[in-house]
C-alpha cells in the first residue's frame, strides 16, 4: 500500500510541476522578438507587449492591439481607427508560432504567418 501511494504522489508531483512549468503564449510572446514570414512573401520583425504588437517591414514600423482568448488558440489584432480586425488560428510548433487566418479574405490580404524567435546574442 505504502509503494503505490508514493508512486501516486510522485506521479502527482511531476505533472504538477509540468503544468506549471509551461508558459503561456502570451508570456512566451512577449519573451522574444520575432522573424515573421508570410505566404505572401512578406518578412518582417515583430515585437509583442501586454497587449499591443509593433512590427516593422523595411524600417517602418507599425502596429495594433492584440488579445488571445481564453484557450490561447486564437489571436485578434485590432488597427486604429476602427479598421477591422484581424483574427488568426494561433498554434505553437516547437519554439515557432504558426498563425492561420481565420478567413479568405484575411488569408488572400495578409497571408498566414510564421514567427520565429529572433536569436539574442
Excluded at 7 to 31: K, M, P, R, Y
Excluded at 47 to 54: A, I, M
Excluded at 78 to 86: F, H, L, V, Y
Aim: overall charge negative; charged content about 25%.
Amino acid at each position: 500500500m505504502k509503494k503505490i501511494v508514493v508512486l501516486l504522489f510522485t506521479i502527482f508531483t511531476i505533472f504538477s510541476l509540468s503544468a506549471c512549468s509551461g508558459n503561456s503564449v502570451h508570456e512566451d510572446l512577449q519573451a522574444n522578438n520575432w522573424n515573421v514570414v508570410s505566404t505572401k512573401g512578406d518578412a518582417y520583425s515583430a515585437n509583442f507587449g501586454k497587449d499591443t504588437v509593433t512590427f516593422d517591414l523595411a524600417g517602418f514600423p507599425f502596429g495594433y492591439s492584440y488579445s488571445l482568448d481564453e484557450d490561447e488558440t486564437k489571436i485578434v489584432f485590432q488597427p486604429s481607427e476602427g479598421d477591422e480586425s484581424i483574427e488568426y488560428n494561433i498554434e505553437k510548433q516547437n519554439d515557432e508560432f504558426v498563425l492561420t487566418a481565420t478567413t479568405e479574405e484575411s488569408r488572400e490580404e495578409n497571408g498566414d504567418l510564421t514567427l520565429t524567435p529572433i536569436e539574442q546574442e
